[in-house]
T-cell receptor, first 113, second 112 residues
């Protein structure tokens, strides 16, 4: 059974640009969550999608957005990139009703220069 | 305001001894707690969890203890092995939403 797949693994962007990250969940998983990991702030919740609907949203500015497709694949987008957006972005998938046990992908390392 | 805290950024233990990682939380609405292990350049891997209706859960060398009155949980690893060297995150979830709130992590180093 394939795990959570995130693409690309590494990305370098310039300030002001926008970026789209992709996540393919484990087959059968309908919930997809996104997290940002930085040295200073640790792992922070961005948002969670289930059946193409955003169910939960963390405390991030509107420049961060996401969506989920009918096959449960998800994308997140960051517009007008800032240097502080440099981070490891992690996607996690879980079953519909499973509380907590989320399976994480390897992440996308975004560097903003 | 950090709702989940891991006050020890690092811990060093000799192989074969016990590793104890601690975590404190402030939100009384948390009712499920998890520990994740993370190696560099990889995503976190689920290790063990505990529901708030229990005070202990054991899985092989890993045991998690929950003290609700103190809002404290701990992860015990016995015996510790060099392969256990990683960053350990505790996380909490409340029944109102499907999101994990993570602590800042503790880097465990197990010396041979």
């Amino acid at each position: 059974k394939a795990g959570v797949t995130q693409t690309p693994r590494y990305l370098i962007k310039t300030r002001g640009q926008q970026v789209t990250l992709s996540c393919s969940p484990i087959s059968g998983h309908r919930s997809v969550s996104w997290y940002q990991q930085t040295p200073g702030q640790g792992l922070q919740f961005l948002f969670e999608y289930f059946s193409e609907t955003q169910r939960n949203k963390g405390n991030f500015p509107g420049r961060f957005s996401g969506r989920q497709f009918s096959n449960s694949r998800s994308e997140m987008n960051v517009s007008t990139l800032e240097l502080g957006d440099s981070a490891l972005y992690l996607c996690a998938s879980s079953f519909e009703d499973a509380i907590g046990e989320a399976f994480f992908g390897q992440g996308t390392r975004l560097t903003v220069v | 305001d950090q709702q989940v805290k891991q006050n020890s950024p690092s811990l060093s233990v000799q192989e074969g001894r016990i590793s104890i990682l601690n975590c404190d939380y402030t939100n009384s609405m948390f009712d499920y707690f998890l520990w994740y292990k993370k190696y560099p350049a990889e995503g976190p891997t689920f290790l063990i969890s505990i529901s708030s209706i229990k005070d202990k859960n054991e899985d092989g060398r890993f045991t998690v203890f929950l003290n609700k009155s103190a809002k404290h949980l701990s992860l015990h690893i016995v015996p510790s092995q060099p392969g256990d060297s990683a960053v350990y995150f505790c996380a909490a979830i409340n029944n109102a939403g499907n999101m994990l709130t993570f602590g800042g992590g503790t880097r465990l180093m197990v010396k041979p």
